[in-house]
C-alpha cells in the first residue's frame, strides 16, 4: 500500500510540475547529442538508459529542485513511458545508492510500474550519481542503475548505463 502511495504522491508531484513550470523555455529542447533538431536550437541535454540491453531515450525531460526539501526530481517521458528519479537530502556531487523512499526510481510503461523501492518494502540494489552540480548555470549531469520491480514482484525490468545532462529549475 506504502508503494501505491509513493507512487501517487511522485506521478501528482511530476505533473504539478509540468503544469506550473514557468520557465518560457521549451523543457528538454534540442536533441540529445546537442546538433541542430531541426528547429535551429541546440541544448545538448540527454536523458537516456539501457533497458533490458535496449537504449531508451527521452527528448522530453525536466528536473527540479526544490530547496525546501534539498531534493531533486529529475523526470523524462514520452507518449508511453516515463522515468522519475528523486533524491531526497542532496546538496553536492556524489554517489547516492538507492535506500526506501529516499532515492528511487521508477519506469513506467503503459500503466506498468517498475520501480526500485519495491512493495514488499526492499530497495533494488543501484545508485544515482551526481558527477556535475552547478549551481551558478543550474544544470546536473549525473548517472544511474537499478533493477526495476513491478507491484506484483513478477517482473523485472534491468536499467543500466542511465545517464543525464539537465537544466533544472529551483521551486
Do not use: H
Not at 42 to 71: C, E, H, M
Not at 74 to 101: K, R
Request: hydrophobic share 35%; aromatic share 14%.
Amino acid at each position: 500500500m506504502n508503494l501505491i502511495k509513493n507512487i501517487t504522491v511522485l506521478f501528482l508531484l511530476f505533473a504539478s510540475v509540468l503544469i506550473t513550470s514557468c520557465e518560457n523555455e521549451p523543457v528538454g529542447s534540442g536533441s540529445p547529442s546537442g546538433t541542430d533538431n531541426g528547429g535551429g536550437t541546440t541544448t545538448g541535454y540527454y536523458f537516456r538508459v539501457t533497458k533490458d540491453g535496449v537504449v531508451k531515450q527521452w527528448s522530453t525531460f525536466q528536473a527540479i529542485n526544490p530547496t525546501a526539501l534539498n531534493s531533486f526530481v529529475i523526470s523524462a517521458a514520452d507518449s508511453s513511458t516515463s522515468m522519475n528519479l528523486t533524491l531526497f537530502n542532496v546538496s553536492n556531487i556524489g554517489v547516492y545508492n538507492l535506500s526506501w523512499a529516499e532515492v528511487s526510481c521508477i519506469y513506467t510503461e503503459g500503466t506498468t510500474f517498475y520501480t526500485s523501492d519495491y512493495s514488499d518494502f526492499n530497495t533494488s540494489a543501484g545508485n544515482i550519481t551526481f558527477t556535475e552540480l552547478n549551481k551558478t548555470n543550474k544544470t546536473i549531469k549525473g548517472t544511474f542503475n537499478f533493477i526495476g520491480k513491478n507491484q506484483a514482484l513478477t517482473s523485472t525490468k534491468v536499467f543500466t548505463k542511465g545517464e543525464f545532462f539537465l537544466k533544472y529549475t529551483i521551486q
